[in-house]
């Protein structure tokens, strides 16, 4: 069974802070990885994906992937109250199939 | 960017009746689309696959016959949940993807209420 694991949350980050997010996969052929927000009773929104092991930034949002230790990460610097959200990690995996993560909620705290 | 729109954003029916789903690729052509649902205060579950002109591929426990995809066109796919139950009132939401190393688009979303 192909899995994404993501800490259920809450993680709870000071204002201005950095936010961090991790997802591990167990698939070691995984393609894409991807970061979705979703606001409560809202649709997913994509923050980014990576392909290549290494940063991505985009903003305040970089995205780190680890292929050999199978970990993909979201940093957010400059963490606003509008940044609270459930975070959704997605993994491509050898099969090009999309396995979601169960999300991890981040309350950032003025 | 790539814009999914999707509607009805939400509806309320009566049990037993059926109700539609429609999602579409409003600038991009949408090779395979993906249906989801998505219970309160959960993750996202992955419903059924469509790929434009075939029959749909649907994951384990979804009946096939109670949610009907069709996705005729590489610009639009249905959902239409016949025979409805309160159960499966809940939210519904497409997704739409261009290609393998691309982003998944998301639809708005459907909250399905059954009465």
């Given amino acids: 069974q192909k899995e994404v694991e993501q800490n259920s949350g809450p993680l709870s980050v000071p204002e201005g802070a950095i936010a961090s997010l991790n997802c591990t996969y167990s698939d070691r052929g995984s393609q894409s990885f991807f970061w979705y927000r979703q606001y409560s009773g809202k649709s997913p929104e994509l923050i980014m994906f990576i392909y290549s092991n290494g940063d991505k930034e985009d903003g305040r949002f970089t995205a780190q992937l680890n292929k050999a230790s199978q970990y993909v990460s979201l940093l957010i610097r400059d963490s606003q109250p509008s940044d609270s959200a459930t975070y959704l990690c997605a993994v491509l995996d050898s099969n090009y199939q999309l396995i979601w993560g169960a999300g991890t909620k981040l309350i950032i705290k003025p | ?115």
């Fill in chain 2, 1 to 115: 960017g790539a814009v999914v729109s999707q509607h009805p954003s939400r509806v309320i029916c009566k049990s037993g009746t059926s109700v539609k789903i429609e999602c579409r690729s409003l600038d991009f052509q949408a090779t395979t689309m993906f249906w989801y649902r998505q219970f309160p205060k959960q993750s996202l579950m992955l419903m059924a696959t469509s790929n434009e002109g075939s029959k749909a591929t649907y994951e384990q426990g979804v009946e096939k016959d109670k949610f009907l995809i069709n996705h005729a066109s590489l610009t639009l796919s249905t959902l239409t949940v016949t025979s409805a139950h309160p159960e499966d009132s809940s939210f519904y939401i497409c997704s739409a993807s261009a290609g393998r190393r691309y982003g998944y688009t998301f639809g708005s979303g459907t909250r399905l209420t059954v009465v």
